[in-house]
């Protein structure tokens, strides 16, 4: 039997970069898969990779700031498959990367409602249907506003990330009484295409030296940065029964670039 045989997942910012990977992995594994995404476009490719797993994929266009939408988004996935498992609230973006003293409050609301709000919407709306089921949680949140503080500018970005962290410890002590497990990956830098989703906005910030963590081929490991794929190996295993007494816990996933 798979790992995850006969379980639903649901999986946002499915479309790109770390989501993708982990919808492939997951129904590798077995599990049918909800893709939500701003962009269903980008979803199409990868429901065409999950069938080819031998599992089932539905694609859900949907802003995850937006509550309206994301409480459709489960009622799309009751109505097709009749039970949740797996949350994956993973959609996130960079936003507009500048200094304080230049980043407006409009800036700073489009990071935050992005990134943390989204968060408790996917995560308020998924109790009803998990609650007499039990399940698992997997928030993504970053190295960035959580053990290293490295992306000049990224104020309201590492702002976001540790308020998920926070977000993801009190959701994990309220759910347990359900059985539902909620846990936070904190990735280093990964090759996706998150950089697209970064507004360089102000001219100032390309004259303000950016601090560098590590020169050139000196990461922890021996390379720059962390595939998708990687990630999507520790989401499998949050997902699954065999982390059953992990809750409430953030997890580096970046070959210790943040200690350096
Ligand atoms: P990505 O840009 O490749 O993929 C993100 C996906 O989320 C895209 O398909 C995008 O359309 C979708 N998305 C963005 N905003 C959305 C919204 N409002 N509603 C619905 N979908 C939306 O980026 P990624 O690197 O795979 O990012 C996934 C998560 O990983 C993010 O939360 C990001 O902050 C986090 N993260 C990434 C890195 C990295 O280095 N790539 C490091 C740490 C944390």
Known sequence: NLLLQGHVAFI???????????????????????????????CKEVKKLVEEKGSEALVLEA??????????????????????????????????????????????????S?????TFLTIKYAIPHMKDSGGSVIITSSI?????FTGFGMSAYSTS??????????????L??????????????????????TWHEKEELKKIKIPINYPEGNHPLGH?????EQVADLVLFLSSKQSNHITGTEIYIDGAESLL
Not at 18 to 36: H, M, P, T
Not at 114 to 118: E, G, I, K, T
Not at 161 to 174: H, R, S, V, Y
Request: proline share 4%; hydrophobic share 35%; aromatic share 4%.
């Open 12 to 42: 946002t910012g499915a479309g790109s970069g770390i989501g993708r990977a982990s919808a492939i992995k997951l129904a590798e594994n077995g599990a049918k898969i909800a893709l939500v995404d701003l962009h269903p476009e980008n």
């Open 63 to 112: 802003n995850v700031s937006s509550s309206d939408e994301m409480k459709k988004c489960y009622d799309n996935v009751i109505e097709k498959w009749g039970r949740l498992d797996i949350v994956f609230a993973n959609a996130g973006i960079n936003g507009v990367v500048a200094p304080i003293e230049d980043l407006s409050p409009e800036d700073w609301d489009l990071t935050i």
């Open 114 to 118: 992005n990134n943390l709000r989204s």
């Open 144 to 148: 960035n506003g959580n053990r290293k």
């Open 161 to 174: 990330k540790i308020g998920q962290t926070g977000f993801g410890k009190m959701a994990a002590l309220e």
């Open 176 to 197: 347990a009484r359900y059985g539902i497990r909620v846990n936070i990956i904190c990735p280093g830098g990964i090759e996706t295409h998150i950089g697209e989703n």
């Open 224 to 228: 720059q940065s962390g595939k998708p």
